[in-house]
């Protein structure tokens, strides 16, 4: 068989052969095998040494063509997998942009920080001021100032996360009252303030005690003030935040600095004051702690306590939001449980 039919039969099998290529891998294999070093036309074309003078030109132009064609169709059937790859990859990564868009899911304030939200407008609504003070506080600050000397019974009341023998983690909001009070220049008008917080105590963790918590701390001092401002402030806030139709009442009770010392309770928001469960039958709920300010924290302070006097009062907002929302365990408020929160989604 003479080399041009050779070449022939080469190309005619190679172009078919390449017409049912179906991949870009069996393609090139092809290419290889075709077209390559060690395949059929190379040897072909080592072999035209042998052939006369006449026959080489015209077997080495056929030897050219038939590689010519080889890798056109080889490009052509590159060309068509790629563009079929592309198409495939387009209709299968399709966006639908008509779909409606996944929601993204925004948070929300915590229950807590609403309650301290809502206490904080109502005494801003009064002419309080909001004060902050510090979570790493001074003794001088948390006890001293606050008419508990050192070895005074009553700092047993509060179990106390001692920094070194002066500083500590402040037991309540009560000493910002005492930097604030240092602070006021009664020229400008009365005192009036609130300082809500966190503040930390060694308790152990229950359904209703945490080792930290938060308190609002309520102060006002001026001339002239008395039990009956107390109570109509108290009573404010307790209708507020628990309903208009709750009365208070205050029960005698003993804070170092304040004198005389209430627990305030609320009649229950539950039953009405009848007497249920949340209330343990007596129809009232003990809400906080208050009192006219003890002349020593005035005197401590460098105020002269027979012209000045005041009330003051320490909420522990976890237990304001425990009553309000029926939570019956504490801790619910930092497990951060998304479930737990979500309960009390509000629109900001
Ligand atoms: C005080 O801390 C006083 N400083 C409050 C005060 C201020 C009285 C001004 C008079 C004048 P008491 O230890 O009772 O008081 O705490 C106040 C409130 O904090 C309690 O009514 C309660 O709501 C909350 N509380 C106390 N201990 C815990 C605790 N371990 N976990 C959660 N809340 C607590």
């Given at each position: 068989m003479s080399l041009k039919s050779d070449l022939e039969q080469l190309k005619e099998k190679g172009l078919a052969q390449i017409k049912t290529v179906d991949s870009t891998k069996v393609l090139n294999d092809i290419r290889v095998s075709l077209l390559g070093k060690k395949g059929p036309i190379t040897n072909v074309l080592r072999g035209m040494k042998d052939l006369s003078a006449e026959e080489r030109p015209q077997v080495g132009s056929?030897?050219?063509?038939?590689r010519d064609s080889l890798t056109a169709a080889i490009e052509t059937k590159k060309q068509e997998l790629q563009t079929q790859l592309l198409n495939e990859q387009l209709s299968a990564e399709t966006i639908d942009v008509t779909l409606p868009g996944r929601p993204v899911e925004i948070g929300t304030s915590h229950v807590l920080t609403q309650v301290q939200n809502d206490i904080e407008e109502l005494f801003i609504g009064m002419g309080y001021q909001v004060v902050d003070g510090p979570e790493v506080e001074e003794d001088h600050y948390n006890f001293e100032m606050m008419n508990m000397p050192k070895d005074?019974?009553?700092?047993?009341?509060?179990?106390?996360?001692?920094?070194?023998?002066?500083?500590?983690?402040?037991?309540?909001?009560?000493?910002?009252?005492?930097?604030?009070?240092?602070?006021?220049?009664?020229?400008?008008?009365?005192?009036?303030?609130?300082?809500?917080?966190?503040?930390y105590r060694r308790d152990t963790d229950d359904a209703t005690h945490s080792h930290q918590f938060h308190q609002i701390e309520g102060l006002v001092v001026d001339k002239h003030i008395t039990m009956a401002d107390l109570k109509g402030t108290l009573e404010v806030l307790a209708k507020h935040v628990f309903g208009a139709d709750r009365k208070i009442r205050l029960r005698p009770s003993y804070f170092p600095f304040t004198e005389p010392s209430v627990e305030v309770d609320v009649s229950c928001f539950k039953c009405g004051g009848k007497g249920c469960a949340v209330c343990k039958y007596t129809g009232w709920i003990e809400v906080l702690g208050a009192g006219m300010v003890h002349p020593n924290v005035i005197e401590n302070a460098g105020i002269d306590s027979k012209i000045y006097g005041g009330f003051a009062f320490g909420l522990g907002p976890d237990r304001f939001a425990m009553l309000k929302y029926g939570i019956d365990d504490i801790r619910e408020f930092y497990l951060n449980d998304i479930r737990f929160l979500h309960q009390f989604k509000v629109e900001d």
């Open positions: 056929f030897a050219n063509e038939v005074h019974p009553a700092r047993d009341m509060q179990d106390t996360f001692y920094i070194t023998n002066e500083v500590l983690m402040r037991t309540h909001t009560s000493p910002v009252q005492a930097r604030t009070l240092e602070k006021h220049d009664f020229n400008q008008g009365p005192l009036k303030m609130i300082s809500p917080g966190r503040v």
